[in-house]
């Protein structure tokens, strides 16, 4: 999936941007605001995942099928 970009005008809090990027390891404020972004719906699609593990729609084999998967075949 390609990136597509917005140019836009936004007022940023600059003490939640300054903590945002110490703990994102980012710099400015396009690349802090694109990971955060990116974060939240990492944040988001593995919340889905382990619900859809909790209500049982997301099988998670344990370390004895991971065993038999990772054993060379012949």
């Known amino acids: 999936m390609g990136m597509s970009f917005h140019k836009t ?5 600059t003490e939640a941007l300054a903590k945002a990027e110490i703990a994102l ?6 690349e802090t605001v694109n990971r955060a972004l990116a974060e939240v719906n990492r944040r988001d699609a593995l919340g889905r995942a382990a619900q859809y ?6 099988h998670v084999p344990d ?10 075949r012949s």
């Not at 390891?25 to 396009?30: L, P, R, S, V, Y």
């Not at 370390?63 to 060379?72: G, I, K, T």
């Open 53 to 58: 593990v909790e209500d049982g729609q997301l």
């Open 9 to 13: 005008t936004v007022e940023i809090d």
């Open 63 to 72: 370390e004895r099928a991971l065993a038999a998967w990772r054993a060379p």
């Open 25 to 30: 390891g980012t710099n400015g404020i396009k």
